[in-house]
């Protein structure tokens, strides 16, 4: 059984840097489609980020796009989530989802197994 473990949340102030990484266990990570998903107090759960099986495609929501980088590496079955120039409107829950499927396509009911999620905060 898939189990996934989110790292790296804390408390920082605006323009500050963050870098979350998911542990994966209990399959073979490069057969699966991995992703971020966040989900703010009274909000939704938002799709963050996406990483194909091998790296080579990612895929990411306007809000972050050219501040936060989505990486994996298929040797020490982790994903990261490098967030740069953080706002406060990135405060949430960030959850790391995973997938045995290609590409990078697809929102939260495309994701069968899910970690418990790391709190970041982003405060003056």
């Known amino acids: 059984q898939v189990q996934l473990v989110e790292s790296g949340g804390e408390s920082v102030q605006p323009g500050n840097s963050l870098r979350l990484s998911c542990k994966f266990s209990?399959?073979?990570?490069?057969?699966?489609?991995m992703a971020w998903f966040r989900q703010a107090p009274g909000r939704e759960r938002e799709f963050v980020a996406a990483?194909?099986?091998?790296?080579?495609?990612?895929n990411y929501a306007d809000s972050v796009k050219d501040r936060f980088t989505i990486s994996r590496d298929n040797v020490k079955n982790t994903l990261y989530l490098q967030m740069d120039n953080l706002k406060p409107e990135d405060t949430g829950v960030y959850s790391c989802?995973?997938?045995?499927?290609?590409?990078?396509?697809?929102?939260?009911?495309?994701?069968?197994?899910w970690g418990q999620g790391t709190q970041v905060t982003v405060s003056s």
């Open positions: 989802a995973a997938t045995p499927a290609q590409g990078t396509a697809g929102g939260p009911e495309s994701y069968g197994d």
């Open positions: 209990g399959g073979t990570f490069i057969m699966y489609k």
């Open positions: 990483i194909n099986r091998i790296g080579s495609i990612t």
